[in-house]
């Protein structure tokens, strides 16, 4: 998994580790996908728009595109874009 420019992240203890960094202190999660998905064989590129709700009452919306590569029925790379400024409180 990649985020913009930043180097990948390997391993799924690694992901939960940062999936588990990124829910800290949030109260609650919304995601919406925006069609179409685009889908060529085992490329998929999705739109997701994420809402977070902090436990201290702060709010951010991120618009973010993912670009999968998958074997079989498991991702094996992805990559996500957004607009970093989309993480400034």
């Known amino acids: ?31 919406r996908c925006v069609r179409p998905v685009l889908i060529d064989g085992d490329t998929v590129v999705i739109n997701w728009i994420f809402e977070f709700d902090y436990a201290d009452g702060r709010t951010r919306r991120i618009d973010e595109i993912a670009h999968q590569t998958w074997r079989g029925d498991k991702v094996w790379r992805e990559r996500f874009y957004y607009d970093p400024a989309q993480l400034r409180s």
């Open 1 to 31: 998994m990649q985020e913009n420019l930043a180097p990948p992240r390997q391993g799924r203890a690694l992901l939960m580790q940062n999936e588990a960094r990124v829910l800290a202190g949030v109260k609650a999660v919304r995601s």
